[in-house]
């Protein structure tokens, strides 16, 4: 069955950066656009970053762009998101997302921007 698996997230400091790990299992991950969004306490989810199933097109949330890089890696079926300059509102859990006639959600990882 389709599994998502996040990690990478935890505490950084204002301006760090960390990186989250998006890795899949159950499909053919090459053929399969992936995105990661993003929750907040009391707020909708938000799409942050979506990536084509080669990798050679990717989309941004407009707060994001500049400071954060999605990729991917088919030979690992895992997706990055390369998270820099981060800002206490980008404070959140992180969820991959994949689309495939229904969508399928990891389970999330949190991701904290605090001084």
């Known amino acids: 069955q389709v599994q998502l698996v996040e990690s990478g997230g935890g505490l950084v400091q204002p301006g760090g950066s960390l990186r989250l790990s998006c890795a899949a299992s159950?499909?053919?991950?090459?053929?399969?656009?992936i995105s990661w969004y993003r929750q907040a306490p009391g707020k909708e989810r938000e799409l942050v970053a979506g990536?084509?199933?080669?990798?050679?097109?990717?989309n941004y949330a407009d707060p994001v762009k500049g400071r954060f890089t999605i990729s991917r890696d088919n030979a690992k079926n895992t997706v990055y998101l390369q998270m820099n300059s981060l800002k206490p509102e980008d404070t959140a859990v992180y969820y991959c997302?994949?689309?495939?006639?229904?969508?399928?959600w990891g389970q999330g990882t949190q991701v904290t921007v605090s001084s």
């Open positions: 997302k994949l689309r495939r006639g229904v969508s399928y």
């Open positions: 159950g499909f053919s991950f090459s053929s399969y656009a």
């Open positions: 990536i084509s199933s080669a990798g050679g097109s990717t």
